[in-house]
């Protein structure tokens, strides 16, 4: 989904309600003694309780905007989740088990995308064709393909451009990983470094093996 802020917001209503209940009580009971008052007390506590449970604590979604410092950074990453979104939303209208599987591939990965970016806008260059063309191009080819499932529209064509789909799908989904995976290529080679100095650093020391 989109970057999307929740925001718990506690109902009102208890706290009317616990009000009215308070003086109410106070309208009845001789508060004016210590256990017309603990009666009173009582009371709202009671009233204020049950009204909560049955006025739950609301969770709003705020859709934040990206950030990055950069404006055509913060303009791709929200294209992108746009795209990520709209192919959510077809792989809930599309039935194809092993099609879902692979487009929740794909959305994974792109997430993924968007986290590394957003962390590291340096790197916004590395999936300039990935934000313009081959994710839109994705979205526009499963578009098709739910309009056809969600159509019924049956014949050779019909039903070769489907079989194509299903059959490209994984190579698609490997695609979108591979474009994560080549985000961090840059850290896992200095890792890599860190690792191989370290453990001659430690040979050297006898601490290893």
């Known amino acids: 989904m989109s970057k999307i802020q929740e925001i718990r917001k506690k109902p009102v209503l208890p706290l009317w309600l616990a009000a009215l209940g308070c003086l109410l009580g106070a309208a009845i009971l001789p508060v004016y003694t210590l256990w017309g008052l603990v009666a009173d007390a009582v009371l709202t506590a009671a009233i204020y309780l049950v009204a909560a449970r049955l006025c739950p604590v609301r969770i709003l979604k705020k859709e934040?905007?990206?950030?990055?410092?950069?404006?055509?950074?913060?303009?791709?990453?929200?294209?992108?989740?746009?795209?990520?979104?709209?192919?959510h939303a077809l792989n809930d209208a599309i039935p194809d088990a092993q099609l879902s599987a692979e487009m929740d591939r794909m959305e994974k990965a792109g997430r993924g995308i968007l986290q590394a970016v957003e962390a590291n806008p340096?790197?916004?260059?590395?999936?300039?064709?990935?934000?313009?063309?081959?994710?839109?191009?994705v979205v526009k080819i499963m578009a098709a393909y739910a309009r056809m499932e969600q159509g019924g529209i049956r014949g050779d064509n019909a039903e070769q451009i489907q079989s194509e789909v299903r059959t490209n799908a994984a190579t698609m989904a490997t695609a979108f990983e591979n474009q994560l995976d080549a985000l961090y290529s840059a850290e896992a080679m200095d890792i890599s470094t860190d690792i191989q100095v370290l453990d001659t650093i430690l040979k050297s020391q006898n601490l290893a093996k």
């Open 122 to 137: 340096e790197k916004a260059d590395q999936i300039s064709r990935f934000a313009r063309y081959y994710l839109p191009e």
């Open 64 to 87: 934040l905007p990206y950030d990055t410092g950069e404006k055509a950074v913060d303009q791709m990453l929200s294209g992108i989740s746009a795209n990520l979104d709209a192919l």
